[in-house]
């Protein structure tokens, strides 16, 4: 399904309104919901300013989306949605870091914007990556000395933006690459090395794109008004190389045990993390996922269910079938059906209790089946006995069989009538003597 028969315009998934509290968008959760395909999700993040709804406009092949404002207030509050995540705003230092954790745990991919070079300040701005470990837990029964590689498993990819970009990449005399940049800039011996650390510790891949001025300055209120011509050819290029590194590269979102998450579960994992937040809480990583395993193991039965009944009652036309064996057969391959959807939506279903639930379940619909299948037999029975009987019960009413030897000629017309029902197809399973 493409993004714009989803949605016309960006979302806000995550709300932080003027009292700093935050919310669920139910709009958002539902348009997640028919998402059924695996997730690439991409977080931007970054202060006011720096080019955030540029980048994510682009992402969802659109001029306009995000708005770009061209005053000192951010446009966009919370993390809004459109084909990905993104965009925090600073509101206060607790509920930033709220947000940004939040982006975090959501991703699959983090993007952060900044505005010049990789220095100090910049570094300062992404002093919220030093609270990661203290916000989330990866498990309920507590953290261990060095985890360094679960969270590199889990966190998302990280990419560092630079905007307005206009150093020459080189590093004592010789030419680098933007990655080569950025592992520069992180493994400086200064006194904040903090974020520098946890960037390279807590991310599995580390990448770097700078971008010079896109326009003059005085033109960048109109900016989200311009075409790709009217900006400088080298921004484009490099907007696009971006882009096209994210559509290539970008990693799909997963959870532990290599679990591939689609919009339904983005939803109930984004739902997870809020209300813990909300409560006092950490978000706690394991706790989310066994949250998300009951409920998505719960619906795969449900969903199983529903199609076993389906496909049974795309048979109910054919009842009854000619023997119990040819029903069981069909219960079987009904049934079979059935499990492969509770399977591809089942999942950390380690003690079989859903499993079970759904044999339960199908067991008992099973028995409504055979009962239909039963009566309709029984009902094919009745009505062919009648209609075979008919030419009897009228030689009965005219005392046809009266006469001398009626009685001979009444059981040769019973007999006549067995042998006929006997061959006669269609009977089922319910096959009634007379």
């Not at 220095?119 to 000395?145: F, N, P």
């Not at 520098?196 to 960048?220: A, D, M, N």
């Not at 079979?336 to 199908?362: C, G, P, W, Y």
Request: glycine share 6%.
């Amino acid at each position: 399904m493409s993004r714009k028969a989803l949605m016309s315009e960006p979302v806000c998934l995550i709300e932080n309104d003027e009292t700093n509290k935050l919310s669920i968008n139910k709009e958002a959760l539902q348009i997640l919901t028919r998402i059924t395909e695996p997730l690439v999700v991409v977080a931007i993040v970054g202060k006011y300013r720096t080019g955030k709804s540029y980048l994510m406009n682009n992402l969802a092949g659109c001029k306009k989306g995000f708005p770009q404002g061209s005053t000192m207030n951010g446009k966009t509050k919370g993390i809004w949605m459109w084909c990905g995540l993104g965009d925090v705003k600073k509101g206060n230092s607790k509920n930033d870091t709220w947000i940004f954790c939040l982006a975090v745990l959501l991703s699959s991919n983090l993007v952060f914007n900044s505005l010049g070079t990789i220095d100090q300040q910049a570094m300062e701005q992404l002093h919220y990556v030093t609270e990661l470990t203290k916000r989330i837990r990866l498990r309920v029964s507590g953290q261990k000395e060095d985890e360094t590689v679960q969270y590199k498993r889990i966190f998302p990819s990280f990419t560092w933006c630079v905007r307005d970009f206009t150093l020459e990449l080189k590093h004592n005399g010789k030419d680098i690459t933007e990655d080569e940049y950025l592992m520069i800039s992180l493994k400086r011996k200064q006194d904040y090395n903090l974020p520098r650390r946890c960037i390279l510790q807590y991310f599995h891949s580390h990448k770097c794109f700078v971008f010079g001025f896109p326009v003059i300055p005085k033109k960048l209120k109109d900016l989200e008004n311009l075409a790709d011509h009217d900006l400088e050819g080298e921004f484009v290029a490099q907007s696009k190389r971006f882009c096209n590194y994210i559509f290539r590269s970008g990693s799909i979102k997963t959870l532990p045990g290599a679990l591939v998450v689609n919009g339904r579960m983005l939803g109930s994992l984004a739902v997870s993390y809020v209300e813990a937040i909300k409560s006092g809480a950490v978000p706690c990583i394991e706790n989310a996922v066994v949250a998300l395993a009951e409920s998505e193991n719960t619906q795969a039965v449900k969903d199983a269910v529903t199609k076993y009944e389906a496909e049974m009652n795309r048979h109910v036309g054919t009842f009854p079938t000619e023997t119990e064996k040819e029903f069981v057969q069909l219960h079987l391959e009904c049934e079979k059906t059935a499990l492969e959807v509770f399977m591809a939506r089942s999942f950390q279903d380690n003690e079989q209790t859903h499993q079970r639930a759904f044999k339960d379940k199908i067991k008992s619909v099973m028995k409504r089946f055979s009962q239909r299948n039963e009566d309709k037999s029984s009902q094919f029975c009745m009505k062919l006995l009648d209609k075979l009987n008919q030419t009897l019960q009228t030689n009965i009413a005219e005392n046809y069989y009266s006469k001398p030897g009626g009685h001979k000629l009444f059981l040769e017309e019973k007999k006549k009538i067995m042998e006929t029902y006997k061959t006669r197809p269609g009977r089922g399973v319910k096959v009634l003597h007379s």
